[in-house]
């Protein structure tokens, strides 16, 4: 076994390390790492970030978005919580998550927290959820990933989330919050960080040889490259949403009733049309042309639409307000 210990907290540069231990470095000994990061929303390769997403609270509580290359869900974490990472040449040549989360249950017991094994890829205390899993090959070889929830704010990740309503009803669950559990309930007298030691001491003693590899500087500037123009891309990440159309409509106080009929085309908008009783001499036409082919992110609308706006102005409305409406 080797362990790398992660320093850094930023999502894309630590996604990218992943990436170019699995693609580029292929250690032939198994790899296990366990990292933090500042408040993120990580979605699944195949997720559609529109319908996942609440963009509006992301954007103002500044909560990065990543995507992953491996499936399953969209999750919240944030420097109260963790990620577990698995990378081995493939035996197997299958998919199965058995051997990572009997690891990590069993070093969790150690620490006297009962994980128990749920569903596909769930580990669970007291029929609570606390950690999910993904994992994808390349190559060869098989990375696999997780979360772990150890004081992860919850009320911040029932915001930035629009749940799935089909999935809690399919458990008979009234929400999140319910379904899920933060460790330290189980362990208060741990932080995150002296949680994380003890998680990793107990890995660790799992194998038999474990050598420890610091990351050199070569190493290091691949992997910031990586993180930049893969992770960290806009394109990367919200373009695998479909082409979908959809309407959003509310009522602006001083402004009156306003409602954007969207299409959107793998995360650009393709056509924009705005209706309402509000006042002004817009030109509804001309916004429509002005946001063609803009991301579908309120960094990248916004922009625009205060430029459209201080040509033509609308009564007691601003571009703040109808971003807002737009990505409600």
Known sequence: MIYIPVISKDVYFNFALEYYL??????????????????TVMLGKYQDAVSELNFNYIQDHKINVVR??????????????????????????????????KTVATALQQIQIPAQRDSRNDLVVNHRKFSGSAQYRHDGYTLHHG???????????????????????????????????????LRPDLTNETFMAELTKQILACFDHVDTYELTAEDQQLIVALAKHTFADSD????????????????LPGGGLVQF?????????????????????????????????????????MPKLAEFLQQTPILGITAEDLTRVIFA
């Not at 399953?72 to 058995?98: H, L």
């Not at 989330?161 to 933060?182: E, F, P, Y």
Request: hydrophobic share 35%; with cysteine.
């Open 22 to 39: 699995l693609t580029q470095k292929r250690f032939e000994q198994p790899v296990f790492m366990l990292w933090s990061t500042t408040p």
């Open 68 to 101: 992953r290359y491996s499936g399953g869900g969209t999750i919240y974490t944030d420097t109260g919580g963790c990620q577990f990472t698995f990378i081995q040449p493939d035996v197997a040549g299958e998919m199965t998550f058995d051997t990572y989360l």
């Open 147 to 185: 979360s772990l929830l150890f004081d992860t704010d919850q009320m911040q990740m029932l915001q930035a989330l629009n749940v799935d309503h089909l999935k809690l009803q399919s458990k008979h669950i009234a929400s999140v919050k319910q379904r899920t559990i933060n460790l330290k309930t």
């Open 236 to 251: 990367f990440i919200y373009g695998k949403t479909p082409k979908s159309q959809f309407v959003k409509k509310a009522y």
């Open 261 to 301: 009929n969207i299409d959107l085309d793998h995360g650009q908008i393709t056509n924009l049309h705005l209706s309402g009783d509000f006042f002004g001499d817009i030109d509804t036409a001309a916004l429509n042309t002005k946001l063609q082919g803009t991301k579908y992110i309120p960094a990248e609308v």
